[in-house]
């Protein structure tokens, strides 16, 4: 956990309190941060191009499975990890929680 927080601060995502108190918070609003801007801190590799280059001889099959599969897939990621802040899952847990509270009274 510590490596990973780490890793967070480095990327200006967290901070650390020093003191009795100590911990980490979130550095900025947690609207402005995304699910990609963490995972991007956390895997550079994750969420980046993907190519068939070695695997396959084919030429025109690499350009399909690279141009039909691999950039609209990568793409789509992208676009859904960019459209989900730190806030929203907050919001979603705190709702989640909220309901299951009601169906076990």
Same mark, same amino acid.
């Given at each position: 956990l510590e490596q990973i927080l780490m890793v967070l601060r480095r990327a200006n995502l967290v901070r650390n309190l020093k003191g009795w108190k100590g911990g980490y918070i !979130?550095?900025?609003?947690?609207?402005? !941060? @995304?699910?990609r @801007?963490? !995972?991007?801190?956390? /895997?550079r590799t994750i969420l980046a191009d993907v190519t068939?280059?070695?695997?396959? /001889? /084919?030429v025109a099959l690499k350009e399909i499975i690279n141009h039909s599969l691999w950039n609209p897939m990568t793409s789509y990621l992208r676009k859904f990890c960019d459209s989900i802040t730190l806030f929203d899952l907050i919001e979603q847990y705190h709702l989640f929680r909220k309901n299951t509270k009601?169906?076990?009274h």
């Open positions: !979130i550095a900025k609003p947690a609207k402005q !941060i @995304t699910l @801007t963490v !995972i991007d801190a956390l /895997d068939v280059q070695e695997l396959i /001889d /084919d009601k169906t076990m």
